[in-house]
């Protein structure tokens, strides 16, 4: 019944992107090099599409005998024929799992990742590292794909490791410049360590499942119905600390705003649309376990919230475009956490999908503006733009609009599901859902502040002569803003019913009323709505007033420019004594004293006794002749006042010849010695 | 039961490889002129000889005659190869004199 769908070209098509425009690439012809890096994730796409009308034909008509139709249930299961890793009893294959989660999730990678891809012909058309570019990108695509196609935690880990060596790669792009590569350093080591706690949890996992399969820990799951809490808490905390480094959650974001150092359409595929999701997906594939785990569902609530306040809070000082738009996503990753941690999954992954709409749009949008202004970043040297780029300034708008959560583009439905969900959970969620109204007001705040300063007002530089961007540039943002638009029109409850076969109903999504639903819709508009007319005010009608403000309240300002020093204080606290540790006690005591103190010992006793012995060594030939006869005398005298070697257990003479010296010197000597 | 015993002791031919020996070590050591030198080489190995035969007749065993033979073959080689040398060194250096040529050192 199954038709194969070969999904496993899903990854390889643009893993052999990478490797085509990675190793030749700089030697081909540009357009070469583009058709290649389309061509891989168009192909990776239609692919997934192909899957999609497959799954969903047999889901529409369940009927016996549908025609020549190819029709594929979920999930649907490809596994390599050879086991990858055997330890044992303990197996884990390259085996892909297609359901419906990876399948949402797959549609936005491949999709939002393709258009960005034509995006980056335009953006990076003058850039000489092209090929390279455009082959880190494909690898990229390659590991995420991997990542939300395996069917095993183990796999999902390579994966993730991978995206973090993608994100690493692209971040440090420009690595001529002392602060890109820097910046991927520092998202490499934060990944780190999140990835340490997410290697604990696979152990962990393995341990007591005994299983890497996600499919058969959900089984042996389902069949011991008591399991509750424990070391299941124990997992799901190692899986949250993996996650929050991965999606920058409190308290491991630090290193998103400093990877805005790579291209846009990095920021906007990586940084923004996928890699940093891959936390929510991986908490939402591995749901049956925080399900059982009251304690640390909580906890990823608490976090998600926490984040989202924080970051919008950071969001609202910043002068960099991008970095705004960072501190955004960090948030809106925020509220997709917040999301998870009241188990309403698919409120979070429709979040998701609707932010990769308007985020990525929004990264779009704001490298459109770069690329106008002259690699300009600085928005308070902005403004006045909205005539000079009406492409950019519309499908701006639709998604300043949609990440506010106005109805009814996209980011209304899923916000509003999420809040809602949150209210639902007792006070706890009470609480949680107050932040997250806050969270919603400071979001249209910072979003329309950005898109005040950058296209109202007058010019406020005169370096820059601003163009609208190539089509290449404008057609991916124009489809983007569609989809913000009309992304959420789905509606949560067909999504959730969608979703339902991997990660369950929301526990409690019958508990609510209608009319409460709408009450709560209608109060976040509302916050949304202070939240525009505020940054109207500010920096449209009274552009003056933000510096009295910053002025008045000098404490505050500097508090919120400078991201609550949070860089400063994991500086002291945790970096400089690490160097310290590092330099003085590993670099000293350790390598210096112990090893390199050892290997002088060693030297300084192969010298000395050769300064000893090389008096020996006198080139004196009667010398060695004399060393030699007294040698032999002695070894003589030893032999005849102690014995014969053989005596000693050494033979290094014939038997029989021993046994002659004896008799001869027993019969000329006699028993002198013995 | 010693075809020696009936003639001259064992213990002569003994004595006398000693001293020979003994005096080849002395000469080896004492002597400057590397010719010498070389002669109480030769002076030690025939004394080696001596003994050798002394006990291949006493027992009766044909081993030691055999490794007359070959001690004797390795003293021509010895012999060829050291003469060259002297002659060598004597080309180079004008002289024999066994502590002028210190040379085999670091």
């Known amino acids: 019944m199954n038709e194969s769908l070969q999904l496993w070209l899903v990854p390889l098509l643009p893993f052999a992107g990478f490797l085509l425009n990675g190793i030749v690439g700089s030697r081909l012809p540009r357009r070469l090099v583009t058709a290649i890096a389309l061509l891989a994730p168009l192909g990776s796409l239609a692919l997934v599409l192909n899957a999609a009308a497959a799954t969903m034909i047999s889901a529409a008509t369940s009927c016996q005998g549908c025609g020549s139709?190819?029709?594929?249930?979920?999930?649907?299961?490809?596994?390599?024929?050879?086991?990858?890793?055997?330890?044992?009893?303990?197996?884990?294959?390259?085996?892909?799992?297609?359901?419906?989660?990876?399948?949402?999730?797959?549609?936005?990678?491949?999709?939002?990742?393709?258009?960005?891809?034509?995006?980056?012909?335009g953006y990076m058309k003058e850039d000489?590292?092209?090929?390279?570019?455009?082959?880190?990108?494909?690898?990229?695509?390659?590991?995420?794909?991997?990542?939300?196609?395996?069917?095993?935690?183990?796999?999902?880990?390579?994966?993730?490791?991978?995206?973090?060596?993608?994100?690493?790669?692209?971040?440090?792009?420009?690595?001529?410049?002392?602060?890109?590569?820097?910046?991927?350093?520092?998202?490499?080591?934060?990944?780190?360590?999140?990835?340490?706690?997410?290697?604990?949890?696979?152990?962990?996992?393995?341990?007591?499942?005994?299983?890497?399969?996600?499919?058969?820990?959900?089984?042996?799951?389902?069949?011991?119905?008591?399991?509750?809490?424990?070391?299941?808490?124990?997992?799901?905390?190692?899986?949250?600390?993996?996650?929050?480094?991965?999606?920058?959650?409190?308290?491991?974001?630090?290193?998103?705003?400093?990877?805005?150092?790579?291209?846009?359409?990095?920021?906007?595929?990586?940084?923004?649309?996928?890699?940093?999701?891959?936390?929510?997906?991986?908490?939402?594939?591995?749901?049956?376990?925080?399900?059982?785990?009251?304690?640390?569902?909580?906890?990823?609530?608490?976090?998600?919230?926490?984040?989202?306040?924080?970051?919008?809070?950071?969001?609202?000082?910043?002068?960099?475009?991008?970095?705004?738009?960072?501190?955004?996503?960090?948030?809106?990753?925020?509220?997709?956490?917040?999301?998870?941690?009241?188990?309403?999954?698919?409120?979070?992954?429709?979040?998701?999908?609707?932010?990769?709409?308007?985020?990525?749009?929004?990264?779009?949008?704001?490298?459109?503006?770069?690329?106008?202004?002259?690699?300009?970043?600085?928005?308070?040297?902005?403004?006045?733009?909205?005539?000079?780029?009406?492409?950019?300034?519309?499908?701006?708008?639709?998604a300043v609009f949609a990440i506010g959560g106005f109805p009814p583009l996209a980011g209304f439905f899923?916000?509003?599901?999420?809040?809602?969900?949150?209210?639902?959970?007792?006070?706890?969620?009470?609480?949680?859902?107050?932040?997250?109204?806050?969270?919603?007001?400071?979001?249209?705040?910072?979003?329309?502040?950005?898109?005040?300063?950058?296209?109202?007002?007058?010019?406020?530089?005169?370096?820059?002569?601003?163009?609208?961007?190539p089509w290449s540039m404008r057609g991916p943002m124009v489809i983007l803003a569609l989809l913000c638009i009309c992304g959420g029109w789905i509606g949560i409850d067909r999504f959730t019913a969608y979703l339902a076969p991997p990660v369950g109903l929301h526990r409690t999504i019958s508990s609510g009323s209608g009319g409460l639903e709408i009450g709560l819709s209608i109060l976040a508009v509302l916050m949304a709505l202070e939240g525009w007319l505020i940054a109207d005010k500010y920096y449209r009608r009274k552009p003056e007033r933000p510096a009295q403000l910053a002025a008045a309240m000098p404490g505050a300002y500097k508090l919120l420019a400078n991201k609550y020093?949070?860089?400063?204080?994991?500086?002291?606290?945790?970096?400089?004594?690490?160097?310290?540790?590092?330099?003085?006690?590993l670099g000293w005591v350790v390598d210096g004293a112990i090893v390199g103190g050892t290997a002088w010992l060693l030297a300084g006793m192969a010298n000395l006794s050769g300064m000893i012995l090389q008096r020996w060594q006198s080139g004196n030939l009667r010398s060695y002749a004399a060393w030699l006869a007294l040698g032999g005398a002695a070894l003589l005298l030893f032999v005849l006042l102690f014995g014969s070697p053989h005596a000693w257990g050494i033979t290094f003479f014939h038997e029989e010849t021993i046994h002659t010296v004896e008799h001869i010197t027993v019969m000329h000597f006699g028993q002198a010695g013995r | 039961m010693s075809l020696l015993h009936q003639g001259i002791p064992l213990t002569w031919y003994l004595l006398l490889s000693a001293a020979l020996f003994s005096l080849g070590v002395i000469g080896f050591l004492i002597k400057r002129n590397l010719i010498t030198v070389f002669l109480s080489i030769e002076l030690m190995l025939n004394a080696v000889n001596l003994s050798f035969?002394?006990?291949?007749?006493?027992?009766?065993?044909?081993?030691?005659?055999?490794?007359?033979?070959?001690?004797?073959?390795?003293?021509?080689?010895?012999?060829?190869?050291?003469?060259?040398?002297i002659i060598a060194v004597f080309r180079t250096r004008a002289t024999l004199a066994v502590d002028r040529i210190n040379l085999m050192k670091l």
């Open chain 1, 69 to 121: 139709v190819a029709a594929v249930t979920l999930p649907y299961t490809e596994t390599w024929r050879h086991p990858w890793l055997a330890i044992g009893p303990i197996h884990a294959e390259f085996s892909i799992v297609l359901d419906q989660l990876s399948m949402v999730m797959l549609l936005v990678v491949t999709g939002v990742g393709f258009l960005i891809h034509v995006y980056s012909v």
């Open chain 1, 565 to 585: 020093y949070v860089d400063e204080i994991y500086g002291a606290l945790i970096v400089k004594p690490l160097v310290a540790i590092s330099k003085y006690f």
């Open chain 2, 53 to 85: 035969v002394t006990f291949a007749y006493e027992w009766n065993a044909v081993k030691g005659q055999i490794f007359v033979f070959f001690v004797m073959m390795v003293a021509a080689a010895e012999a060829a190869v050291g003469l060259a040398i």
């Open chain 1, 128 to 398: 000489k590292g092209y090929a390279r570019y455009f082959g880190y990108l494909n690898l990229f695509l390659f590991f995420m794909t991997v990542l939300v196609l395996a069917g095993n935690v183990l796999l999902m880990f390579v994966g993730w490791e991978g995206v973090g060596l993608a994100s690493y790669l692209l971040i440090g792009f420009w690595f001529e410049k002392k602060s890109a590569a820097e910046a991927g350093k520092k998202a490499f080591v934060v990944n780190r360590i999140g990835d340490f706690g997410f290697l604990i949890g696979i152990f962990l996992l393995l341990e007591n499942f005994g299983t890497f399969s996600f499919y058969q820990m959900r089984v042996s799951l389902g069949m011991n119905t008591t399991w509750h809490g424990g070391v299941l808490t124990a997992i799901c905390l190692c899986l949250l600390v993996g996650a929050a480094g991965k999606s920058a959650q409190l308290p491991l974001y630090v290193w998103l705003p400093d990877a805005m150092e790579g291209p846009t359409p990095v920021s906007a595929l990586i940084h923004a649309a996928t890699m940093v999701t891959a936390g929510v997906y991986m908490i939402a594939r591995t749901h049956f376990l925080f399900d059982r785990s009251p304690f640390a569902l909580s906890t990823v609530a608490i976090v998600g919230a926490a984040t989202a306040f924080f970051a919008a809070t950071m969001g609202l000082a910043q002068n960099d475009i991008k970095r705004v738009l960072a501190y955004s996503t960090i948030s809106q990753l925020g509220y997709m956490f917040l999301a998870c941690g009241v188990a309403a999954y698919s409120a979070a992954i429709f979040h998701l999908v609707t932010h990769a709409f308007f985020k990525a749009l929004l990264f779009l949008a704001a490298g459109s503006v770069i690329h106008a202004m002259g690699g300009e970043q600085d928005m308070r040297k902005m403004g006045g733009l909205r005539e000079k780029l009406p492409v950019t300034f519309w499908t701006m708008t639709a």
């Open chain 1, 414 to 469: 899923s916000k509003d599901a999420i809040l809602y969900t949150a209210f639902l959970q007792g006070t706890l969620g009470k609480v949680l859902w107050f932040v997250g109204l806050v969270t919603a007001l400071l979001t249209a705040l910072y979003m329309f502040r950005l898109w005040y300063m950058t296209f109202f007002g007058e010019l406020r530089t005169q370096d820059a002569h601003p163009h609208e961007s």
